[in-house]
């Protein structure tokens, strides 16, 4: 019937359109009051926060899970019901697959959503899931499986004569056979794991001296990290860029993009920064790139949410890199400027609702950047941070949007990825969107735990990046530059002496609208 209905749509006159408008409506009402009754969501932090706020606008009910340490997080009070997997170690609690089934079975829930990372993206968890009767807000597990492997993924898209990068994917993984494809690729080279991600399992080869050794520790890497050695190699370009595309596809055989988002600033291959629309790309390369990736979903049959990830040189030619099967961290940039809710879109998918939009009516409005705000000092290597947030202050504003489950009192542990939270922000324009995102940060205020603030907004303000310049090596080359100033700026030196004059100060004569900040007590702190 859907497809029926969709046919009929792009058939009609405007006058029979009125009709098909009216009764599609009918039909999507009758089919949201079939969406879930109740979702689980596997995941913590602010992934957990940002699913569990969706459910709760779509009139779904929520169960959260929690380790240990997580006893107190924001996700728990949320959640309409919450239980404890096991201690903070992952593998003994977000990862508990037995564990999450009984949870499964005692909250009755129809649906669960893996968010990012953790099981997002393990085929054998979403197999056990379908047989269980249980709904996962994600793709089918033969698509996680295959596109899962970087050796398998690579020979499936080049079949369906996508790009992909020059290397080799071949199943011989003796060191001879790997020594002789990559000589004929040349060098310098990639040496990659073909399960996992995240920069886990690889390593650049600059000359052949150095690949035997690269080769034995990227499989050792590997083999502790995803439980899989296998390596492949791949040409490793010294200027490029990472532009990724946006899938969302329904279970009736209709696929999209949602447009691109350009993620080149990143620290050891991970991402700090994303922003959408690309600034290296123009409208026809966009088309280009954006029908790749559609074809590259429509290969593997996927549905739901997904990222294709390319590269880009400096000619402009583009190749597959990857597609992750599952919900970025960045989404919300591409959410910003479609004005789609990617989480509400995944669980409409995945109760058997078709896309309600065609590619045609996908148009970027404006520019979104999204700062990723990590506990790490970056001037020690972005070494992990640890702590207790005392004070918390997070900016508001038009276009302003911060994606967050930390609260004062929050504790930062070691035993999860060290991201706190998002700044999002939305302008007209890519230079306004820079202004606001800096303005932003300026008024966010994380006290207890160290964080990357004044990192972001060094980047903010160097020329490559304010130029839409910067690839991904723009954190090693430009690392001088984004150091922390040694000296106390000027301006700061005077507030911290006037500041210090005012400590005899009545605390009455401090105003201010927040009855909590620190500013407005007659204290040591105010010298921080």
């Not at 997580?70 to 919450?82: C, G, K, P, Y």
């Not at 089934?101 to 997002?120: K, N, T």
């Not at 073909?194 to 399992?201: C, D, F, L, V």
């Not at 597959?320 to 409409?348: S, W, Y």
Request: overall charge negative; glycine content about 6%.
């Amino acid at each position: 019937m859907w497809a029926l209905f969709y046919w009929l749509d792009l058939k009609s006159s405007p006058s029979q359109g009125i009709v098909l408008s009216w009764l599609w409506s009918l039909v999507i009402m009758n089919t949201m009051k079939n969406l879930f009754k109740k979702i689980l969501i596997a995941n913590r932090g602010e992934i957990a926060v940002r699913i569990l706020r969706a459910c709760q606008e779509m009139g779904i009910a929520t169960v959260a899970v929690y380790s240990e340490v997580d006893a107190e997080a924001l996700h728990v009070t949320l959640a309409d019901e919450a239980y404890c997997l096991g201690p903070a170690p992952a593998d003994q609690s977000y990862l508990n697959t037995a564990k999450l089934f009984e949870v499964l079975a005692d909250s009755q829930a129809d649906a669960l959503h893996p968010g990012y990372g953790f099981l997002s993206e393990n085929a054998d968890f979403a197999r056990e899931l379908s047989q269980r009767g249980i709904t996962l807000i994600g793709p089918s597990p033969e698509a996680i499986s295959l596109m899962g492997s970087k050796i398998a993924s690579k020979t499936t898209m080049d079949a369906a004569g996508v790009p992909t990068v020059p290397g080799y994917y071949g199943e011989d993984q003796s060191l001879p056979k790997l020594t002789a494809e990559a000589q004929q690729i040349g060098f310098p080279l990639l040496v990659k794991a073909s399960s996992g991600g995240g920069g886990k399992g690889m390593r650049v080869v600059h000359e052949l001296a150095a690949l035997e050794s690269a080769i034995a520790g990227a499989k050792r890497e590997a083999q502790a990290a995803f439980g899989d050695d296998a390596v492949f190699l791949e040409r490793y370009f010294e200027q490029v860029r990472h532009i990724e595309f946006q899938i969302l596809a329904d279970q009736h055989g209709h696929t999209v993009h949602l447009l691109e988002r350009d993620c080149s600033i990143q620290r050891r291959h991970q991402k700090i920064m994303e922003e959408s629309p690309s600034p290296a790309l123009n409208s026809d390369l966009r088309q280009a790139m954006g029908l790749a990736a559609v074809q590259a979903a429509q290969a593997v049959n996927y549905t739901n949410a997904g990222t294709v990830e390319m590269l880009l040189d400096d000619q402009n030619q583009y190749y597959f890199l990857e597609m992750n099967t599952r919900l970025q961290v960045e989404h919300p940039v591409t959410e910003m400027i479609t004005g789609i809710d990617l989480v509400k879109a995944q669980i409409r998918i995945a109760a058997g609702e078709p896309l309600w939009f065609a590619q045609s009516d996908i148009q970027a409005r404006g520019h979104a950047l999204e700062l990723r705000v990590y506990a790490e000092d970056p001037d020690q290597g972005f070494l992990p941070t640890t702590g207790k947030v005392a004070y918390l202050k997070e900016p508001t504003g038009s276009g302003v949007r911060v994606d967050s489950a930390l609260y004062t009192g929050f504790e930062v542990t070691p035993y999860y990825d060290p991201m706190l939270a998002k700044v999002i922000v939305h302008a007209e324009t890519r230079e306004d969107a820079i202004a606001k995102a800096s303005q932003a940060l300026n008024n966010y205020v994380i006290l207890g735990v160290q964080t990357n603030i004044g990192y972001l907004q060094r980047i903010l303000r160097h020329p490559d990046f304010v130029q839409g310049a910067a690839q991904t090596h723009f954190v090693e080359s430009a690392s001088a530059e984004l150091q922390a100033p040694k000296d106390i700026p000027a301006p700061v030196l005077a507030a911290l002496l006037q500041a210090r004059a005012s400590l005899s100060t009545p605390p009455s004569v401090a105003k201010t609208a927040d009855p909590y900040s620190p500013w407005q007590r007659v204290s040591a702190l105010r010298l921080v």
